[in-house]
């Protein structure tokens, strides 16, 4: 990693990571993603932190000399951890908003029982007895998009199997923020 955390358009190599990581979630969300006015910017720190950045607010960025202490702009997708991209509780409310409730995408989702939701929003793993509706095909390291009973996005998780038992184990949730303090 670059100790240098200036602000620029993501990479070729980068951009390849990002496309290669969301085939895993659904096939179609890269060209989804081109159909938008965003361009992905790129920020070097602990990972390589990944931004989706509006067209219409680049010319203020390059305004901006000094972009060694810009922090965050747009809205953070996620981050590149070795060559893979993770992506991030906002990334993936991005994608469930603007194109999975569009109808434009597939993507595997869970809706949680009552219990279930304040279960998973406590970072919890979960059992099917939690689930009042999914697919009926889940595969091992399936990514799954987190509903509560009213349909509303609470985080992501993927599929765990366990001595033939299936989990639902929480990778990152709203309760996250309560939980930290923020």
Not at 17 to 27: M, T, V
Not at 90 to 104: P, S
Not at 141 to 153: E, G, H
């Amino acid at each position: 990693m670059s100790s240098n955390p200036a602000f620029h358009l993501a990479t070729k190599k980068q951009l390849q990571q990002i496309k290669d990581s969301l085939q895993k979630i659904s096939s179609h969300i890269w060209e989804c993603l081109g159909t938008e006015s965003i361009n992905l910017y790129a920020r070097y720190d602990q990972y390589v932190e990944i931004f989706i950045v509006p067209t219409n607010l680049e010319r203020q960025l390059r305004l901006i000399r000094d972009t060694e202490t810009l922090q965050h702009t747009g809205l953070y997708f996620g981050f590149v951890k070795g060559t893979e991209f993770q992506l991030s509780l906002e990334g993936a409310e991005y994608l469930f908003t603007t194109f999975f409730k569009q109808n434009r995408i597939k993507l595997k989702t869970i809706t949680l029982t009552n219990e279930g939701a304040q279960s998973f929003l406590y970072g919890n793993t979960l059992k099917p007895t939690n689930f009042a509706q999914a697919p009926t095909s889940l595969n091992r390291k399936d990514v799954i998009f987190v509903l509560n009973p009213k349909s509303q996005f609470l985080g992501i998780g993927f599929i765990y199997t366990r001595d033939e038992r299936l989990e639902l184990r929480n990778l990152v949730d709203y309760g996250y923020y309560i939980r930290r303090g923020f």
